[in-house]
């Protein structure tokens, strides 16, 4: 189930839009439930020659675990088996927040700029792979980011761009 709501252009200036999900299912598997909240937002002003744009989304998910294979027999005799049964869960969050400064620079050039903060954590991860094993998560953020906590991941940075239009092209 998603609501969404755009205000349209308001006094010639502003633009807003605002969208709120959720997925909740109870999964084949046994014990393989799934709860997924989400948010959008953004908010737009129109400037002389571009505009600034806010933009934010995010939320939160709660998963049972069901990732764990089974074997023939076990399939044959119920194909929802589980071998997790126990409650083994875990929930995630992330919270991405976003500006963005576009203006013309002239009729064949733009410059855009962004800067951005995520903000992620895991208050329930029980099965991590251990690092012992080679995996880790922050692998994949090297850069910009660093933890917090064993659960918490933040990331900062920005990005400025030239765009250069040819008209002949």
Partial sequence: VSVGVQ???INQKWMSYIKLGQVRTNGFRNNSSAQVESYQLSVVRLLKKGSLRFNAFGGFAKSELAYLGIDKSTFDANRKSNPFVNGESDAFQQFFNQ????VALNSKSTLQASAYFIKGAAPKFQFLFPESWGYSIYLW??????????????SFG??????????YL
């Fill in 7 to 9: 205000s349209g252009l």
């Fill in 99 to 102: 500006l963005q400064y576009y």
């Fill in 141 to 154: 953020f090297r850069y910009h980011s660093y933890r917090r906590r064993y659960d918490e991941l933040l």
């Fill in 158 to 167: 920005s990005t400025i761009l030239w765009c250069f239009y040819n008209a």
